[in-house]
């Protein structure tokens, strides 16, 4: 949800509220406060005898967590008509309804569940048949539809966006041509380029150039190939250097200096050399779009990962089997770049992923999910042989040496977060704490690992 529809959900929260003065409010959060306990126990009684909850309910820790966070959840939502955090409220129900999305938990289980609860609270309210009574049941009544239309509408937008990088595979596989399309891009970039230098060396102080982005090279990128290859780390590159050269070029036709035009001239072909090579790199990626490949590493890309991590979690619940996640970042990867140039950087990258397959099994997952970032999934794996593969990984990356084209050579470090998973269904809930053992390992000075037994309850 964007935040627009967050501040017109916002306001009509405030407006259900406005309709009930401050006795109302309070009663119906003494009410929750009173029977919170027997709602939440309801809700799971009645849950427990849908066959299809039984995969999400039947072990005690994930019930016990649950039960804790339908029990903060009911005394939040009746809170705010007093601590007036109206937004903040509707955030909270847009990240319950983001947590089903990833667990897999259908969106009718919140209804069926939230009908118990609202059933049993008529029943507690039968006993007190008042004015202010069938106030405070219309005031909770509306409140808890409107909590759970929030969570519906953040449930729904999350599967879109699942289903709109499938939309984005299919636009891959329509290209019909990959290298046909990749020489004559490049065909194009070449073309604009040889055409410029023409007019900057006919002598002719006064000319017209087109700009890059209007090229047919850079309509053809901006118009269509960035959103054929959305979720490339390239693409956002690709579009900035496209107006650097037009800044540039801008110039060249203005510039009488030949000192500063040659100069011009220089960044444009340094600049037109950098998006060859990224864009050689993204017809790699339709290349390998098949198999899910990072183009550069050939390790899994981080489109399937949400996937997989998800199976695997639910594989290590239903059998008991332990499961560790490493992730790993290149320490001062800029430097790399900025020092020896991108094709070293690519290098670099290789040289982790050569890593990571050389120490992990057939039966793990090696991922580049961006960047220098890196994730290995390790089934079936405790954190005694966690921790192994991941200072088997920093010492072999430690101790190699990257040689470049140009005869040069250096070596680089990487940073280790290790999780052992807990047991809780939320796969991003395992992502973030290794992410979080990751940036631990970043602040202690890099160059080591990081170990995060437990994740933080929700």
Partial sequence: MNQECITGLTQTWKNICDQYDETEHLAALRFIQAHVETLVTIFYEQMLKEPEAAHFFKDDIIQKRLIDTLRKWLLETFEVALNLQFEQSVKRQQKVGLVHARVGIPSWFIMRGVREIQRKMFELLQQDLTQSSLLVCSYIVQIMGLSTEIMCRSYEFNTEKSQEIKHNYRLFSAMQDVAVHKDKQRGSLLDWENELMFKIFSG???????????????????????????????????????????????????????????????????????????????????????????????????????????????????????????????????????????????????????????????????????????????????????????????????????????????????????????????????????????????????????????????
């Fill in 204 to 458: 002719n102080s006064e000319f017209y150039h087109p700009m890059f982005s209007k090229s047919e090279f850079g309509l053809w990128f901006i118009h269509k190939a960035a959103y054929a290859f959305s979720g490339s780390d390239q693409v956002q590159l690709v579009i900035d250097r496209i107006y650097q050269v037009d800044a540039l070029t801008e110039q060249t036709m203005i510039i009488t200096d030949k000192d500063y035009l040659q100069d011009l001239i220089q960044q444009i072909r340094e600049l037109n050399r950098e998006i060859q090579h990224l864009v050689d790199q993204l017809f790699q990626v339709a290349e390998y779009i098949e198999s899910g490949n990072d183009s550069l590493t050939q390790l899994l890309n981080r489109r399937y990962l949400n996937t997989i991590v998800s199976r695997e979690i639910n594989f290590a619940r239903q059998n008991q089997a332990p499961l560790s996640l490493l992730a790993f970042d290149a320490d001062y990867f800029k430097n790399i770049n900025d020092k020896f140039g991108h094709a070293a950087g690519d290098s670099a990258l290789k040289f982790i992923a050569e890593a990571l397959q050389r120490y992990s099994k057939g039966s793990d997952y090696a991922f580049r999910i961006g960047g220098e970032e890196f994730l290995l999934l390790l089934v079936d794996t405790d954190l005694v042989r966690a921790m192994s593969i991941a200072e088997n990984v920093r010492s072999y990356i430690e101790k190699g040496l990257i040689r470049t084209a140009q005869g040069q050579q250096f070596n680089f470090t990487v940073s280790v977060g290790c999780v052992l998973y807990d047991g809780h269904p939320d796969y991003q809930r395992f992502l973030d704490a290794a992410d979080h053992a990751l940036y631990a390992a970043k602040n202690n000075g890099r160059n080591c690992i990081q170990v995060t037994k437990h994740l933080s309850s929700v």
